[in-house]
């Protein structure tokens, strides 16, 4: 980067940093406007917050800022300044501004009106996702109100729907491919592994649901004149569930095995046994699961998982004294990072499908529920300017972090620009909750986030673009 656009970095961080009360009263007002995705009775505040945030984007520059739609889908704010020279990079950066529901949760403060206390902003949408992308606004508001320009190329696209799942996202990217082109992508609603250390997220766990079926029996049948003669649907599945776990109920298949490099940088995450005590809510006397020779990182973010959804066994007050013809349970398997459903189906199949205890009748059938896993290796220019402009910022490296749930729209960007540099960043922090009652943002990341938001622009701009 040349020195005078470094010092022109320095003056546009100085001013933003000024620039955050005034930035966290419009989020106030952003976040006043129930914009829940889930519920069609939220559908006019999506569609009114877009059109608020478009207005904005407008007053800030972003002449072509509009709101898009689709049939059927909730709109997407999409907007862009190409005031930079073209050989300059093109900077997409993704946020989403619907919500998740905030009913049947405890909050202690209004979700829906923000509160600072502690040195956080407590609402729902705080920090997941609305803090995230306000965070770039302020940055690019900056550069404009201090250097007139933009250092590099922007698209902004602010989805509706990324809390239902993003299901029309790729519609958008079809029917307006014009608004998703760039050079870089920069993709705001990931976590930092705490308020000190900076994330980079590189990975996501995939989602398969599934039924494993045994079936035996015409109809249910007398316990008590049949057991021990005629195969019981319901223990054999017991056993077959069974087959898939070790010794403490993990996932016994499928394990896959994690770079040495990765394991070494996750060191510096701090996620020990006390995290999984309070955030996994442990009861006093129960101790986290054993590490069995992997970090808890690797635990969470690069090995596949299993938890029972559901089954057809009976609720109490439905008992009877009876074999049932069948019984079946739906099965979540967590992926691992690169690992894709034909793989994790295969070795479910080869331990399932062999041997049915007691003979009965063992099927797998596909459910709807799934999202594709996501692993990453960021490497190149952009990540290393990201990483400068962090270290600016934060006074320290990002750390490559995971996420043990699966997030649609990444795994979705991963495949459509599998040749871009994806920086994955976000405001959140291991307190946020998102998605839960009392969700909030840091305060001091919020601002380390603008500056670095600011340096960013700065260090993508001493990057040529592709020609
Ligand atoms: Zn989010």
Known sequence: MTDDLQQMAERVAAHAHKQVPSALARLGEYLAIPAISCDPAHADDVARLAERVCADLRALGFDRARVLSLDGALPLVAAERSDADPSRQTVLIYGHLDLQPVAGE??????HGATVRDGRLYARGAADDMGGWLSHLVALASWLEVAGTLPVNVRLVIEGE????????????????????????????????????????????????????????ESDVHSGLWGNAAPDPGNALILLIARLLDDNGRLGVGRVDVPRSWCDSVTAVPLDDQVVRDGARLLDDVSPLPDDGRSIAEWLWRQPAITVLSTTFSRREDQKNAIRARASATLSVRLAPGQTHEQMRQLLEAVVLTDAPGGVRVSLIDCPGRAESWLYEPKGAAFEAADRAYRRAWGRSLVHVGIGGSIPFVALFGRRFANLPLILNGVMDPRTGAHGPDESMDLSVFEKTVAANVYLLAELAGIAAPV
């Open 162 to 217: 990324e809390e239902i799942g993003s299901p029309n996202l790729e519609a958008y990217m079809d029917a307006y491919p014009e608004a998703f082109e760039a050079d870089v992508m920069v993709l705001t609603d990931c976590e930092n592994p705490s308020t000190d250390i900076p994330g980079l997220t590189v990975s996501l766990r995939g989602l398969y649901e599934v039924e494993l079926l045994c079936e035996a029996l």
């Open 106 to 111: 405890n909050w202690s403060t209004d979700p």
